[in-house]
T-cell receptor, first 112, second 114 residues
Framework: DTAVSQTPKYLVTQMGNDKSIKCEQN?????MYWYKQDSKKFLKIMFS???????INETVPNRFSPKSPDKAHLNLHINSLELGDSAVYFC???????????FGPGTRLTVL | AQSVTQLGSHVSVSEGALVLLRCNYS??????LFWYVQYPNQGLQLLLK??????LVKGINGFEAEFKKSETSFHLTKPSAHMSDAAEYFC????????????FGTGTLLAVQP
């Protein structure tokens, strides 16, 4: 059973399109995150939700909009995709009372 | 503000040799420190972490790290490298708590030569 899963694994799209990435965790965790890993492998936090409430919103263009329909899901919608959005996007989750974040397998987004 | 510096973007060792990956941190509050490993085209897997208590922490796959507050370091070591250890290693710091965002270093790519 996959603890943190993401779909799709690969996403290739044209500039200007709108796309979504989905994340689901079956760990019963309360907190979920989105991280972006750029072409140089640098990882940076984008958003975090706790019990469906946004608690971290880093300096991210407002073309990126996270949505958490329930505690187990955190989706990332990206409008008007740009070349610079090409990256690997990782979802992670964390349970209350622990400081360990569990990462999904990543979604490699390529914008042409 | 918190930050992490990983010295050496690429480290190459021979199979059976000592692995030492360096990590220094900056934090205005007691830090929580983590090492994650990323195998090619995969997600991040936690190797080990330090939050409180014993400063020498042991993780999976024979890795360990020591928190040295005086040196603001959290270096990762393994006595004997295995070919399967070849991967990207990330050191990260957080302040714990509800927000608990991880601040990552730039990563160290470990190559293991036969």
């Amino acid at each position: 059973d996959t603890a943190v899963s993401q779909t799709p694994k690969y996403l290739v799209t044209q500039m200007g399109n709108d796309k979504s990435i989905k994340c689901e965790q079956n760990l019963g965790h309360d907190t979920m995150y989105w991280y972006k890993q750029d072409s140089k492998k640098f990882l940076k936090i984008m958003f975090s939700y706790n019990n469906k409430e946004l608690i971290i919103n880093e300096t991210v263009p407002n073309r990126f909009s996270p949505k958490s329909p329930d505690k187990a899901h955190l989706n990332l919608h990206i409008n008007s995709l740009e070349l610079g959005d090409s990256a690997v996007y990782f979802c992670a989750s964390k349970g209350g009372g622990t400081d360990t974040q569990y990462f999904g397998p990543g979604t490699r987004l390529t914008v042409l | 503000a918190q930050s992490v510096t990983q010295l050496g973007s690429h480290v190459s060792v021979s199979e059976g040799a000592l692995v030492l990956l360096r990590c220094n941190y900056s934090s205005s509050v007691p830090p929580y420190l983590f090492w994650y490993v990323q195998y090619p085209n995969q997600g991040l897997q936690l190797l080990l972490k330090y939050t409180t208590g014993a400063t020498l922490v042991k993780g999976i796959n024979g890795f360990e790290a020591e928190f040295k507050k005086s040196e603001t370091s959290f270096h990762l070591t393994k006595p004997s490298a295995h070919m399967s250890d070849a991967a990207e290693y990330f050191c990260a710091v957080s302040r714990g708590g509800a927000t608990n965002k991880l601040i990552f270093g730039t990563g160290t790519l470990l190559a293991v030569q036969p």
